[in-house]
């Protein structure tokens, strides 16, 4: 292992880098049958599944500098190579590689859905990175596989960029997260109704690599317990246990407890900082929850721009299903599915002891949510009243269409005196916005006098406001890759000029520091009037 502060010398070719070469994976059952299954494979947790690559002009849509150096200590200069996208195009795999598709299934919009898989993507082996991190690398829409259920095992283009610069997006946010180290994209045409209005249109095919220490899902249990594959659900489980969960003990009874109670409180501690962002995920089956508490599979997503509690990202989800205000209810219900996928390994006291844990999820939800909206007001502590101060600031954000994301960084820009300048706030177009509402001047009275109290108890009242503001800033993001910005770029892209989708990768590492070129290009400036009605499409 690497002591720090000691220089990894970055790989510069392929041929330097290789895989793991016994990936973890190998430990559990995988099927060799490289075949499209039709029906329901038994006793497995992968498939064999060879990628298939991606033809014709096949060429490099971009990279997170980040994820090639820190996460797989590669040289961000081998991305220039050709033999870099026939790697990212399951061409050309590494030494070491064993490519594999997952056996997964969900509960999709609260109704089981059986077994599903990866229909269109590859783990195609284990890296071990100069910090001994082990992690798996993916290729998603790399081809058909044995999930496939027919349909072709491609990802559009602008898919990719979505899933790739929100990963990388949500990592700098501060949102634990898959990551995303690349994408290309090829002349292979696939087709896609994006809208389900019965026009398809030919979209190019591409390829993102994903990032992550596993792909399981509450899914790959569900899909074993289901099944009644308990010998199987039990390896899979304690393999889980032994590889990302160190702090319990394989020889512990209660451990299958322990685990779900680590993976309920991760995962909720995630939903608190979607909310906290206007987050809003946009297809929350149990297939798309990871069972080490991180945010995956991007499809439909959205961070709300003029704050909604009901905004819905996804175009497909009529009813509001996965609404932003619903997703910690939503969450909460997916865990009490990872619970009845783990009663079968537990006694009838563990059970009990479950449904308890279980019990108290909302609330602990509810209170991490509060912390991280107390947090982005300046709040360290929680007092009386704090609760209501904050829904009413929703409700006034919601009643003027207020932009989430800039009434939170513009509260943070100014000081508490100078929100009660009208000429102050009429140079913030979000807080000009909010400031329209009737109860704005009573809110604003309760809010100043929220903050003296905490500044009383500081040692200096000068020191508290520019450490509290420092904390403000340090939380409210000046940029999220707000849908607008995310098709603009994909425009671009699809007309092979990838400058947009770079420049917002780049803009993303830095969320919360100005960056004058993203100025210019009205980041942090109201969105264009279109923004406001872009829909965004779970066919990908
Ligand atoms: P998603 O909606 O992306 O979470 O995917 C749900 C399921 O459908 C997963 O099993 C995917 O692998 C599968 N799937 C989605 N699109 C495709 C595709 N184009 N080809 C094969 N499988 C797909
Ligand atoms: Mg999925």
Redesign the pocket.
Known sequence: MKMEGEATTLKRTLAEWKFSQYPKYILLPIDENNEQISSNVKNVVFSEATPIPLENNVRLVCVSVDALANILDMDPDVSNREEFVEFVSGRKLPYGALPIAHRYGGHQYGLWAGQ??????HIIGEYVNSRNERWQLQLKGSG?TP???M????LVLRAAIREMVVSEACHYLGVPTTRAAAVIVSDEAVVRDMYYSGCPRRESAAVVLRLAKCWFRFGSLEVLSRAGELTVLRQLTDFIIKEHFPDIHLSDENRFIRLFSDIAHRTLDMVAKWQGLGFTHG?L?T??MSILGITM?Y?PFGFVDSYDSGFVANCSDGEGKYALAKQPDVVVWNIGQLANALKPLLTSSQQVHMLHILKTLDTYCKNKILETFLMKIGLKEERWGDEQLVEKLLDMMQQTGADFTATFRQLAELEPSELVSEVKISEKWSLKRLSSHASWGCWLDQYRERLDKEAVDASSVGMFEDERRRRMLSVNPIYVPRNWILHEAIVDAEKDDFGKVQFLLEVIRRPYDINPEAELRGFSAQPPQWAYALKIS?S?
Do not use: F, H, K
Request: aromatic share 4%; with cysteine.
């Open positions: 599903l898989g990866d229909g269109r993507a058909p999930y496939s259920r349909r072709d095992g491609r297809l089956n297939d798309n599979d499809g779970c990908t």
